[in-house]
C-alpha cells in the first residue's frame, strides 16, 4: 500500500513506523506527514501522543476521532516548510490536505508549528493557511486586446473563445 503522505514510498517504510513508534521523525515535515497517514488510518493514540506535551490536555479527541473515521482521505499537498530540520528545535509546515466529510469534498489549509523536545518533533499548534494570490510574469491580455498568437484577431473571438 502506498504511503497515504504522497511520498511514494509504501506506507510500511515511510510513516508506520513513526505511528508505531520504531522510529522517531527526523523532521517536522516527517511529523506533519506521519500526523496525516495516523487520520487516514484512525491512529488516535499516535496523533495525541505527537501533540506538544503543553498541548495534549487541550485536545478534541471526540472530534478528532469524529473527523477521522468519517472522512474519506485524497491527498496531501506540502505547500512550504521553513526549518524543522534534523538539526533544529523548531519548524514550521504549510499544507493542503484534501478530504471529503458528510459527502462534501473540503481541503484543510493549515500551517502548522512544531519544537523539538528532547530530540523528537510535536506538533505544538495550526493556524489556517491562506492561499496567496497568483502574480502575473507578463501583463493581462485584455478581451479586447489584439490575440497574442498573431491572428489580427481579437482576444476575445480567437485564444479567448
Not at 99 to 115: C, I
Not at 127 to 144: A, D, M, S
Request: contains cysteine.
Amino acid at each position: 500500500m502506498n504511503c497515504p503522505c504522497g511520498t511514494g514510498q509504501t506506507y510500511a517504510e515511510c510513516c508506520e513506523p513513526v505511528i508505531t513508534g520504531a522510529r522517531v521523525a527526523a523532521t517536522a515535515e516527517e511529523l506533519m506527514r506521519a500526523r496525516y497517514s495516523a487520520y487516514t488510518q484512525v491512529e488516535m493514540d499516535f496523533l495525541q501522543a505527537s501533540l506538544h506535551p503543553d498541548h495534549q490536555d487541550n485536545n478534541d479527541s471526540e472530534g478528532a476521532r469524529d473527523w477521522a473515521e468519517n472522512s474519506e482521505w485524497h491527498s496531501l499537498e506540502v505547500v512550504t516548510t521553513r526549518a524543522g530540520g534534523p538539526d533544529d528545535d523548531q519548524g514550521r509546515v504549510e499544507f493542503v490536505a484534501t478530504y471529503t466529510h458528510e459527502e462534501k469534498e473540503q481541503s484543510y489549509h493549515e500551517v502548522a508549528e512544531f519544537d523539538k523536545v528532547d530530540g523528537q518533533w510535536y506538533f505544538r499548534e495550526g493556524v489556517p493557511g491562506v492561499r496567496k494570490p497568483v502574480i502575473r510574469e507578463e501583463p493581462k491580455v485584455g478581451r479586447n486586446d489584439p490575440c497574442s498568437c498573431g491572428s489580427g484577431r481579437k482576444f476575445k473571438k480567437c485564444c479567448g473563445a
